[in-house]
Protein backbone atom coordinates (compact mmCIF):
# COMPACT_ATOMS: atom_id res chain seq x y z
CA UNK A 1 0.00 0.00 0.00
CA UNK A 2 3.06 2.74 1.00
CA UNK A 3 4.59 1.56 -2.36
CA UNK A 4 1.43 2.23 -4.34
CA UNK A 5 1.32 6.10 -2.91
CA UNK A 6 4.78 6.70 -3.09
CA UNK A 7 5.24 5.77 -7.04
CA UNK A 8 1.46 7.90 -7.16
CA UNK A 9 2.71 11.01 -5.46
CA UNK A 10 6.43 10.19 -7.45
CA UNK A 11 4.36 10.55 -10.81
CA UNK A 12 2.90 13.88 -9.57
CA UNK A 13 5.77 15.51 -8.82
CA UNK A 14 7.50 14.18 -11.90
CA UNK A 15 4.86 15.77 -14.26
CA UNK A 16 5.13 18.83 -11.98
CA UNK A 17 8.92 19.68 -12.48
CA UNK A 18 8.84 18.89 -16.15
CA UNK A 19 6.16 21.38 -16.59
CA UNK A 20 4.32 18.52 -18.65
CA UNK A 21 1.42 20.52 -20.21
CA UNK A 22 -1.15 17.21 -20.50
CA UNK A 23 -4.12 18.42 -19.10
CA UNK A 24 -5.92 14.83 -18.97
CA UNK A 25 -3.36 13.12 -17.08
CA UNK A 26 -3.74 15.57 -14.54
CA UNK A 27 -7.00 15.63 -14.28
CA UNK A 28 -7.54 12.37 -14.07
CA UNK A 29 -4.70 12.47 -10.93
CA UNK A 30 -6.58 15.26 -9.25
CA UNK A 31 -10.17 12.93 -9.40
CA UNK A 32 -8.19 9.88 -7.95
CA UNK A 33 -10.40 8.54 -5.19
CA UNK A 34 -8.04 6.24 -3.99
CA UNK A 35 -10.73 4.57 -1.35
CA UNK A 36 -13.02 3.69 -4.30
CA UNK A 37 -9.93 2.04 -5.79
CA UNK A 38 -9.26 0.22 -2.89
CA UNK A 39 -12.83 -1.12 -2.58
CA UNK A 40 -13.64 -2.28 -6.14
CA UNK A 41 -14.77 -5.09 -6.04
CA UNK A 42 -14.59 -7.58 -9.62
CA UNK A 43 -17.20 -7.74 -12.18
CA UNK A 44 -19.50 -10.10 -10.58
CA UNK A 45 -20.89 -11.09 -13.60
CA UNK A 46 -18.03 -12.39 -15.20
CA UNK A 47 -16.75 -14.06 -11.79
CA UNK A 48 -17.89 -17.66 -12.38
CA UNK A 49 -18.42 -19.34 -8.84
CA UNK A 50 -19.14 -23.12 -8.47
CA UNK A 51 -20.94 -24.98 -6.01
CA UNK A 52 -19.19 -26.12 -2.95
CA UNK A 53 -18.92 -30.70 -2.77
CA UNK A 54 -19.18 -29.57 0.80
CA UNK A 55 -23.06 -29.47 2.62
CA UNK A 56 -26.12 -30.55 1.19
CA UNK A 57 -25.64 -32.33 -2.21
CA UNK A 58 -28.45 -30.62 -3.39
CA UNK A 59 -28.46 -26.78 -3.37
CA UNK A 60 -31.66 -25.77 -4.88
CA UNK A 61 -31.14 -22.00 -3.25
CA UNK A 62 -27.16 -21.36 -4.04
CA UNK A 63 -28.13 -22.24 -7.47
CA UNK A 64 -30.79 -19.06 -7.39
CA UNK A 65 -27.96 -16.57 -5.95
CA UNK A 66 -25.86 -13.91 -8.01
CA UNK A 67 -22.37 -14.90 -8.07
CA UNK A 68 -21.87 -12.11 -5.50
CA UNK A 69 -24.28 -14.17 -2.78
CA UNK A 70 -23.23 -17.15 -4.41
CA UNK A 71 -19.37 -16.18 -3.30
CA UNK A 72 -20.41 -15.51 -0.32
CA UNK A 73 -22.46 -18.21 0.61
CA UNK A 74 -19.66 -20.37 -0.11
CA UNK A 75 -17.39 -18.80 2.18
CA UNK A 76 -19.26 -18.95 5.12
CA UNK A 77 -20.51 -22.49 4.41
CA UNK A 78 -16.39 -23.87 4.07
CA UNK A 79 -15.81 -22.25 7.75
CA UNK A 80 -18.84 -22.05 9.34
CA UNK A 81 -18.40 -25.46 11.08
CA UNK A 82 -15.56 -24.04 13.21
CA UNK A 83 -18.05 -21.19 14.94
CA UNK A 84 -15.09 -18.60 14.13
CA UNK A 85 -16.32 -15.06 15.52
CA UNK A 86 -15.95 -14.28 11.93
CA UNK A 87 -16.25 -14.80 8.15
CA UNK A 88 -14.63 -12.41 5.65
CA UNK A 89 -17.23 -12.32 2.46
CA UNK A 90 -17.94 -9.65 -0.11
CA UNK A 91 -19.89 -6.71 0.41
CA UNK A 92 -23.79 -7.34 0.96
CA UNK A 93 -26.70 -4.85 1.54
CA UNK A 94 -29.07 -6.32 4.20
CA UNK A 95 -31.63 -7.41 1.77
CA UNK A 96 -28.30 -9.85 0.08
CA UNK A 97 -27.16 -10.76 3.73
CA UNK A 98 -30.67 -12.42 4.33
CA UNK A 99 -31.27 -13.91 1.10
CA UNK A 100 -27.51 -15.80 1.27
CA UNK A 101 -28.33 -16.53 4.99
CA UNK A 102 -31.62 -18.13 4.16
CA UNK A 103 -30.43 -19.95 1.19
CA UNK A 104 -27.54 -21.28 3.47
CA UNK A 105 -30.43 -22.50 6.45
CA UNK A 106 -32.70 -24.34 3.85
CA UNK A 107 -30.29 -25.98 1.44
CA UNK A 108 -28.17 -27.49 4.53
CA UNK A 109 -30.19 -29.17 7.82
CA UNK A 110 -26.94 -29.57 9.40
CA UNK A 111 -26.30 -25.86 9.92
CA UNK A 112 -29.13 -26.31 13.17
CA UNK A 113 -26.01 -24.93 15.96
CA UNK A 114 -26.97 -21.34 14.04
CA UNK A 115 -29.50 -18.98 14.96
CA UNK A 116 -31.79 -16.83 13.36
CA UNK A 117 -30.15 -13.72 13.30
CA UNK A 118 -26.87 -12.75 11.37
CA UNK A 119 -24.58 -9.10 10.86
CA UNK A 120 -22.03 -8.11 8.70
CA UNK A 121 -19.22 -5.91 10.27
CA UNK A 122 -16.55 -3.44 8.11
CA UNK A 123 -13.68 -3.47 9.64
CA UNK A 124 -10.95 -1.17 6.98
CA UNK A 125 -11.70 -2.36 4.10
CA UNK A 126 -13.01 -5.57 4.40
CA UNK A 127 -16.65 -7.22 5.14
CA UNK A 128 -17.33 -9.85 7.94
CA UNK A 129 -20.16 -12.04 8.00
CA UNK A 130 -20.74 -12.44 11.84
CA UNK A 131 -23.26 -15.42 13.06
CA UNK A 132 -25.26 -16.80 16.02
CA UNK A 133 -24.38 -19.79 17.83
CA UNK A 134 -26.70 -21.44 19.82
CA UNK A 135 -24.89 -24.21 20.86
CA UNK A 136 -21.78 -25.33 21.83
CA UNK A 137 -18.36 -26.84 19.49
CA UNK A 138 -18.83 -29.99 21.57
CA UNK A 139 -22.63 -29.88 21.64
CA UNK A 140 -23.18 -29.18 18.46
CA UNK A 141 -20.57 -32.29 17.70
CA UNK A 142 -22.13 -34.77 19.71
CA UNK A 143 -25.65 -33.76 18.05
CA UNK A 144 -24.58 -33.84 14.63
CA UNK A 145 -23.28 -37.55 14.72
CA UNK A 146 -26.12 -38.10 16.61
CA UNK A 147 -28.89 -37.81 13.68
CA UNK A 148 -25.93 -38.81 10.89
CA UNK A 149 -26.09 -41.98 12.97
CA UNK A 150 -29.77 -41.96 12.79
CA UNK A 151 -30.45 -40.98 9.33
CA UNK A 152 -28.30 -43.38 7.66
CA UNK A 153 -29.48 -46.47 9.95
CA UNK A 154 -33.06 -45.01 8.64
CA UNK A 155 -32.38 -44.90 5.11
CA UNK A 156 -30.16 -48.07 5.32
CA UNK A 157 -32.96 -50.00 6.48
CA UNK A 158 -34.67 -49.31 3.91
CA UNK A 159 -32.11 -51.56 1.28
CA UNK A 160 -32.75 -50.83 -2.37
CA UNK A 161 -35.99 -49.30 -3.55
CA UNK A 162 -37.46 -47.46 -6.45
CA UNK A 163 -37.49 -43.21 -5.64
CA UNK A 164 -41.46 -43.40 -4.84
CA UNK A 165 -40.80 -46.46 -2.81
CA UNK A 166 -38.15 -44.90 -0.95
CA UNK A 167 -40.31 -41.53 -0.71
CA UNK A 168 -43.07 -43.43 0.79
CA UNK A 169 -41.05 -45.21 3.38
CA UNK A 170 -39.55 -41.55 3.82
CA UNK A 171 -42.93 -40.42 4.26
CA UNK A 172 -44.17 -43.05 6.94
CA UNK A 173 -40.98 -43.27 8.76
CA UNK A 174 -41.68 -38.93 9.66
CA UNK A 175 -44.95 -39.01 10.12
CA UNK A 176 -45.19 -42.13 12.33
CA UNK A 177 -42.01 -41.32 14.33
CA UNK A 178 -42.59 -37.41 15.04
CA UNK A 179 -44.92 -35.32 16.63
CA UNK A 180 -46.20 -31.69 16.21
CA UNK A 181 -45.25 -29.25 18.42
CA UNK A 182 -44.21 -25.96 18.14
CA UNK A 183 -43.08 -24.35 21.83
CA UNK A 184 -40.65 -22.04 20.38
CA UNK A 185 -37.71 -24.34 21.35
CA UNK A 186 -34.71 -24.24 18.96
CA UNK A 187 -34.90 -28.56 18.37
CA UNK A 188 -38.45 -27.49 16.70
CA UNK A 189 -37.23 -26.34 13.59
CA UNK A 190 -34.67 -28.67 12.90
CA UNK A 191 -33.93 -32.33 11.57
CA UNK A 192 -32.73 -33.32 14.60
CA UNK A 193 -35.75 -32.39 16.35
CA UNK A 194 -37.81 -34.39 14.60
CA UNK A 195 -35.50 -37.43 14.06
CA UNK A 196 -34.07 -37.26 17.47
CA UNK A 197 -36.53 -35.75 19.27
CA UNK A 198 -39.33 -37.40 17.73
CA UNK A 199 -40.97 -33.78 18.12
CA UNK A 200 -40.92 -30.55 15.43
CA UNK A 201 -42.81 -27.90 13.75
CA UNK A 202 -43.32 -28.02 10.34
CA UNK A 203 -39.28 -26.77 9.83
CA UNK A 204 -38.24 -29.57 11.48
CA UNK A 205 -40.52 -32.09 9.34
CA UNK A 206 -39.10 -30.64 5.82
CA UNK A 207 -35.72 -30.53 7.07
CA UNK A 208 -35.77 -33.84 8.41
CA UNK A 209 -36.98 -35.43 5.12
CA UNK A 210 -34.06 -33.21 3.14
CA UNK A 211 -31.80 -34.92 5.49
CA UNK A 212 -33.02 -38.65 4.16
CA UNK A 213 -34.07 -37.55 0.99
CA UNK A 214 -30.48 -36.59 0.35
CA UNK A 215 -28.44 -39.77 1.48
CA UNK A 216 -31.33 -41.65 -0.60
CA UNK A 217 -30.30 -39.53 -3.50
CA UNK A 218 -33.33 -38.09 -4.62
CA UNK A 219 -33.49 -34.54 -5.86
CA UNK A 220 -35.18 -32.56 -2.52
CA UNK A 221 -35.55 -28.99 -1.35
CA UNK A 222 -37.47 -27.26 1.43
CA UNK A 223 -39.76 -24.35 0.24
CA UNK A 224 -41.88 -21.67 2.49
CA UNK A 225 -44.81 -20.26 2.02
CA UNK A 226 -48.23 -19.59 4.22
CA UNK A 227 -50.91 -22.82 4.33
CA UNK A 228 -54.29 -23.18 6.08
CA UNK A 229 -54.57 -25.76 8.98
CA UNK A 230 -57.23 -27.89 10.09
CA UNK A 231 -58.58 -24.76 12.28
CA UNK A 232 -59.10 -22.61 8.93
CA UNK A 233 -56.49 -20.33 10.26
CA UNK A 234 -53.57 -19.04 7.89
CA UNK A 235 -49.69 -19.01 9.27
CA UNK A 236 -45.95 -19.56 8.39
CA UNK A 237 -45.23 -22.56 6.74
CA UNK A 238 -42.46 -25.21 5.09
CA UNK A 239 -42.75 -28.15 3.02
CA UNK A 240 -40.76 -29.67 0.44
CA UNK A 241 -40.47 -30.33 -2.93
CA UNK A 242 -39.62 -33.58 -4.63
CA UNK A 243 -38.27 -34.90 -7.88
CA UNK A 244 -39.72 -38.25 -8.59
CA UNK A 245 -38.57 -40.01 -11.92
CA UNK A 246 -38.12 -36.96 -13.37
CA UNK A 247 -41.02 -34.93 -12.39
CA UNK A 248 -41.45 -32.38 -9.59
CA UNK A 249 -44.12 -32.94 -6.74
CA UNK A 250 -44.92 -31.02 -3.50
CA UNK A 251 -44.64 -33.30 -0.23
CA UNK A 252 -45.99 -32.17 2.73
CA UNK A 253 -45.58 -34.08 5.70
CA UNK A 254 -46.98 -31.86 8.40
CA UNK A 255 -50.28 -31.93 7.66
CA UNK A 256 -50.21 -35.44 6.53
CA UNK A 257 -49.81 -36.15 9.89
CA UNK A 258 -53.20 -36.89 11.86
CA UNK A 259 -51.21 -35.47 14.95
CA UNK A 260 -51.78 -31.73 13.12
CA UNK A 261 -55.14 -32.51 12.45
CA UNK A 262 -56.21 -32.67 15.79
CA UNK A 263 -55.88 -36.90 15.92
CA UNK A 264 -54.25 -39.41 17.82
CA UNK A 265 -50.58 -40.38 17.22
CA UNK A 266 -51.76 -43.80 16.61
CA UNK A 267 -53.90 -42.65 13.69
CA UNK A 268 -53.04 -44.04 10.11
CA UNK A 269 -50.69 -41.42 8.23
CA UNK A 270 -52.87 -39.02 5.50
CA UNK A 271 -51.56 -39.21 2.08
CA UNK A 272 -53.53 -35.32 1.30
CA UNK A 273 -50.33 -33.95 0.33
CA UNK A 274 -48.77 -36.64 -1.07
CA UNK A 275 -46.89 -35.58 -4.54
CA UNK A 276 -49.18 -32.89 -5.53
CA UNK A 277 -49.50 -30.58 -7.79
CA UNK A 278 -48.84 -26.48 -7.69
CA UNK A 279 -52.66 -26.09 -8.94
CA UNK A 280 -53.90 -28.34 -5.64
CA UNK A 281 -51.53 -27.64 -3.07
CA UNK A 282 -52.70 -23.52 -3.61
CA UNK A 283 -55.79 -24.43 -2.47
CA UNK A 284 -54.33 -24.09 1.22
CA UNK A 285 -50.90 -23.02 0.55
CA UNK A 286 -49.80 -19.61 -1.25
CA UNK A 287 -47.08 -16.88 -0.82
CA UNK A 288 -44.55 -20.04 -2.26
CA UNK A 289 -42.03 -20.02 -5.07
CA UNK A 290 -39.77 -22.60 -7.33
CA UNK A 291 -38.70 -22.55 -10.53
CA UNK A 292 -39.61 -25.57 -10.78
CA UNK A 293 -43.23 -26.20 -11.87
CA UNK A 294 -45.44 -29.38 -10.34
CA UNK A 295 -47.66 -30.10 -12.58
CA UNK A 296 -47.11 -34.30 -13.32
CA UNK A 297 -49.84 -36.41 -11.18
CA UNK A 298 -48.14 -40.19 -11.97
CA UNK A 299 -46.98 -40.10 -8.59
CA UNK A 300 -49.31 -39.30 -6.35
CA UNK A 301 -50.30 -41.21 -3.44
CA UNK A 302 -54.09 -42.10 -5.04
CA UNK A 303 -53.37 -42.26 -8.66
CA UNK A 304 -50.70 -45.22 -7.69
CA UNK A 305 -52.12 -46.96 -5.40
CA UNK A 306 -54.95 -47.24 -7.54
CA UNK A 307 -57.69 -45.20 -5.21
CA UNK A 308 -58.12 -41.99 -7.34
CA UNK A 309 -61.54 -42.39 -9.58
CA UNK A 310 -63.31 -40.65 -12.01
CA UNK A 311 -67.09 -41.54 -11.80
CA UNK A 312 -68.64 -43.64 -9.00
CA UNK A 313 -70.64 -46.81 -9.33
CA UNK A 314 -70.29 -50.93 -8.40
CA UNK A 315 -67.05 -51.38 -9.81
CA UNK A 316 -65.41 -48.53 -7.38
CA UNK A 317 -67.57 -49.93 -4.71
CA UNK A 318 -66.02 -53.46 -5.47
CA UNK A 319 -62.44 -51.72 -5.37
CA UNK A 320 -62.81 -49.93 -2.26
CA UNK A 321 -64.04 -53.23 -0.27
CA UNK A 322 -60.89 -54.89 -1.74
CA UNK A 323 -58.65 -52.07 -0.54
CA UNK A 324 -59.89 -52.21 2.71
CA UNK A 325 -59.27 -55.45 3.23
CA UNK A 326 -55.87 -54.81 2.17
CA UNK A 327 -54.97 -52.48 4.26
CA UNK A 328 -56.44 -54.33 7.47
CA UNK A 329 -54.63 -57.25 6.59
CA UNK A 330 -51.37 -54.76 7.08
CA UNK A 331 -52.35 -53.89 10.52
CA UNK A 332 -54.23 -50.67 9.11
CA UNK A 333 -57.51 -49.20 9.99
CA UNK A 334 -58.72 -46.90 6.68
CA UNK A 335 -58.30 -46.35 3.47
CA UNK A 336 -58.52 -42.80 2.12
CA UNK A 337 -59.86 -42.29 -1.61
CA UNK A 338 -60.46 -39.55 -3.98
CA UNK A 339 -62.10 -37.90 -7.10
CA UNK A 340 -62.22 -35.91 -9.66
CA UNK A 341 -64.19 -33.28 -9.59
CA UNK A 342 -66.62 -32.06 -6.64
CA UNK A 343 -69.26 -33.65 -8.67
CA UNK A 344 -68.61 -37.49 -8.33
CA UNK A 345 -66.99 -36.74 -5.15
CA UNK A 346 -70.43 -35.72 -3.98
CA UNK A 347 -72.18 -37.97 -6.14
CA UNK A 348 -69.98 -40.50 -3.98
CA UNK A 349 -70.37 -38.92 -0.81
CA UNK A 350 -74.39 -39.12 -1.01
CA UNK A 351 -74.14 -43.22 -2.11
CA UNK A 352 -71.80 -43.98 0.74
CA UNK A 353 -73.39 -42.44 3.51
CA UNK A 354 -77.02 -41.00 2.25
CA UNK A 355 -77.51 -44.52 0.83
CA UNK A 356 -75.25 -46.44 3.62
CA UNK A 357 -73.53 -48.48 1.11
CA UNK A 358 -70.61 -47.95 3.42
CA UNK A 359 -71.67 -51.04 5.03
CA UNK A 360 -72.47 -53.08 1.97
CA UNK A 361 -68.40 -52.43 1.33
CA UNK A 362 -67.55 -53.34 4.72
CA UNK A 363 -69.21 -56.78 4.52
CA UNK A 364 -67.55 -57.35 1.32
CA UNK A 365 -64.33 -56.21 2.70
CA UNK A 366 -65.25 -58.88 5.74
CA UNK A 367 -64.90 -61.93 3.93
CA UNK A 368 -61.02 -61.04 3.37
CA UNK A 369 -59.84 -60.05 6.63
CA UNK A 370 -59.19 -61.97 9.60
CA UNK A 371 -60.80 -59.50 12.13
CA UNK A 372 -64.87 -59.72 12.27
CA UNK A 373 -65.61 -55.84 10.34
CA UNK A 374 -68.95 -56.01 11.61
CA UNK A 375 -68.05 -55.90 15.38
CA UNK A 376 -66.11 -52.53 14.79
CA UNK A 377 -67.24 -48.96 14.53
CA UNK A 378 -67.10 -47.19 11.34
CA UNK A 379 -66.71 -43.42 11.01
CA UNK A 380 -65.44 -40.94 8.15
CA UNK A 381 -63.65 -37.84 7.22
CA UNK A 382 -64.45 -35.95 4.10
CA UNK A 383 -61.98 -33.07 2.50
CA UNK A 384 -64.00 -31.20 0.12
CA UNK A 385 -61.19 -29.03 -1.10
CA UNK A 386 -59.16 -32.25 -2.51
CA UNK A 387 -62.53 -34.71 -3.28
CA UNK A 388 -60.99 -37.18 -0.85
CA UNK A 389 -63.39 -39.06 1.42
CA UNK A 390 -61.61 -41.56 4.29
CA UNK A 391 -63.46 -44.46 6.08
CA UNK A 392 -62.15 -45.44 9.66
CA UNK A 393 -62.68 -49.01 10.90
CA UNK A 394 -62.03 -49.47 14.95
Known amino acids: MKKFIALLLAAVMMLSFTGCANNDIIAKIKNF ?75 NPYLFFLGRSCTITKRGLKNYFNA ?113 NGNYYHLDLTWDDPVTLGQSSLNDPRYTYFNVTDKEISKTH ?15 YYVFSGLYFTGYNAAVQSQLAEKLAASINKGG ?22 KQQVYDIINVANRSTSKDLSKLSVSYVQNKDFN ?3 IIVK
Request: charged share 20%; glycine share 6%.
Open 33 to 107: NLVDFLNKEPDWNKVKVDELLTGSPVKYYFNRLGNKEKQAYNDILSKIDTMPDSIEIPSLNQTELTTVFEALLYD
Open 132 to 244: QYIMTASQYSKKKKQLQDKANAIIAALGKKSQLETEFYIHNFIVNNCSYENNGNDDESTAYGALINKKAACEGYSKAAKVLFDIAGIECYVVSGMSENFQGKLESHMWNIVKI
Open 286 to 300: SGFHSTNACTAAAAN
Open 333 to 354: SKIEFKFSSPAVYSQAFKGLFG
Open 388 to 390: IIE
